[in-house]
């Protein structure tokens, strides 16, 4: 007979807060993390090593007093049992396990990000510098250079019984393939994260595989509205599409910025959805079962712009390793309540390490809802607000990027030209550089008016009606910490996530943005590019 294996799970529906339990929220690392964590692999070409934590909730204590029966089979004077460990199905041990986690790796010398409780850093030595961890619950990646990260899983394989799968292939859905400088003939590192797995499911459980391919997920010009809503009860019956089942799986296509933009109109009509939405489903199928390999990849620029300033200064950025962020919105575009869907890009190694799509909502207090403050009255004044709302993104992730620079210590003021109070020990390779911490930075959008804006303060009777809030860029550019550029439409990779593009266009402004193979596309269609249904 072969091995078997047995587990005990408690049944954590029994317990009552305030008894059993307390705070039962625990930290996972950021997607942007991650992302930033591999571009930076990239640019500093680190050694990256993946270990997985056996039985990981069962090597955490418990704080509460929990009691159990006692498993058949298990010879006790009495029936129940006091637990001092956490066990699977326990609402705590999530929070317990990533307690314990964070405390042994504190205690054997590394430090937590604060913007970032799933990140974490250590300085080895002077001949090995830097090591990096980064976790999701028990999936842990390792990155520093080779002698650095060879020590830190030996260390972390003395506090608990690990797996260690050697370089990452696959991370939490992710598909890694990552090569280091002189691997395969290579004279850079090059990373690929890519979902062609997870679509290929995807294409097979809603029965698109044998679909006739399109070269864009939606119709460029089309528009969902209530009045598409199934509202006849013999309407929504004839829905036969499992619509609510697609859109959650849909979320989850994470190294996919070419459908952020139809994901998100698709997953505002979950209820009641009419014959358009489904149709508009199918197609965003369609488009992916020709595209399945596409994803986000680090280390090479594939900035081909059409305008020759703009190629050039897009080439100077990637060769100074610089963060940089682009944004676009679409004026108006929401025919049922006038909202603009804003969206914005921010590039570090040639590649997105974030990238969004939404419907700008004013916040009353607390609460984000649809109220006046929610419409642009405007082209200007939603490019402004695109442009705060990617500015903000753009020092969050700058503020990120500084964890990987050294060790330092003190009050930072990223706006000023010389930071004050600070001190720096035993700065890693990224902190030497110079390049990583550059002010300031670059942010480019497609409106003159919105940049004017910014630049000058202006109070125009389009932009006067602007929120406080949003004001925050100027200080931001006055300070040096932000620098507005304009960038024609045609160059505008932002475009993507903002509205519908014809299949050439969608294709050219995709391949700048992200690893897009169009020959999977032609393959499949038995001809040339030019062959490609646009609509």
Known sequence: MGNTQSSKLADGSQQKHGIDYAETFAPTAREDTFKLFMALATLMNWDLRQLD????????MLNENVYMWAPKGVDTPTRVCKLLRALYGLKQS????NSDFSKKLIENGFERCALDACLFRKYISAEQGWVYLICYVDDIIVGGGTEAVQTTAELLKTLWDMDDFGRPKDYLGFEIEYVRVGEAGNDKAF??????????????????????????PCEPGSVLQKSDQATVENEIDSVDF?????????IYLRTRPDVTYCVNKLCKWMQSPGPKMVTAAKRLLRYLSCHKRAGISFGINRAKCLDEANQKKMDELFNANAMYGMTDSSFCDNTDTGQSTMGDVIMLAGGPVSHSSYEYKAKLGDTEIQCDGSIMRSTVEAEYVALSGGANDLIALKELTSFFAGSVNGTVNYGQDKPISVSVA????????GEFMKQPMAIFGDNQGSIRCVTHRTGTKL???????QHLIRDLYEFKAIEPFFLGTKDQLADVMTKGLFGGEHSRLCSQLMYFPEEEYVQQQGGDSSSMQED
């Open 53 to 60: 934590v056996r039985s990981a909730f069962t090597n955490a």
């Open 94 to 97: 999530p929070r317990s396990w």
């Open 191 to 216: 990373c690929l994260l890519h979902q062609t797995r997870y679509i290929g499911e995807l294409v097979k459980r809603f029965g698109m595989e044998s679909c006739k391919k399109i070269s864009s």
């Open 242 to 250: 499992p619509y609510r089942e697609f859109c959650g799986a849909m």
């Open 426 to 433: 035993e700065q890693s390779e990224i902190a030497n550089s």
């Open 463 to 469: 932009a006067k009606h602007i929120r406080i809030k």
